[in-house]
Nanobody, 120 residues
Framework: VQLQAYGGGLVQAGNSLRLSCAAS????????IGWFRQAPGKEREFVSS????????YYADSLKGRFTISRDNAKKTVYLQMNSLKPEDTAVYFC??????????????WGQGTQVTVSS
């Protein structure tokens, strides 16, 4: 499966963005999808993940309540709704796919990232 994250941009603090992770290839609906981010000079961190069915979702503790992950298997797309954005949310956001998924970095397939910049 090939993944492409898009929807990033420059926003002011307090505003919202919705990122999309579009997939190509077969069996998208059988993969869990995770979102990760990496800020300049920092390590990549887990943001959120969703099971293949969409029934299970996971979030980094610091992001619960502001970020929401969802998926549309018919469109082969996973979304990350980000609300009340803060300057510290500035990072490159990546999506990844795996047959297991969850809160881990062990995802088999990674897409290119999309830049999110939050100005104060």
């Amino acid at each position: 499966v090939q993944l492409q994250a898009y929807g990033g941009g420059l926003v002011q603090a307090g505003n919202s963005l919705r990122l999309s992770c579009a997939a190509s290839g077969h069996a998208f609906s059988s993969y869990a999808i995770g979102w990760f981010r990496q800020a300049p000079g920092k390590e990549r961190e887990f943001v959120s993940s969703i099971s293949w069915s969409g029934t299970s979702t996971y979030y980094a503790d610091s992001l619960k309540g502001r970020f929401t992950i969802s998926r549309d298997n018919a469109k082969k797309t996973v979304y990350l709704q980000m609300n009340s954005l803060k300057p510290e949310d500035t990072a490159v956001y990546f999506c990844a796919a795996d047959s297991v998924g969850g809160i881990t970095f062990r995802y088999a397939f990674w897409g290119q990232g999309t830049q999110v910049t939050v100005s104060s």
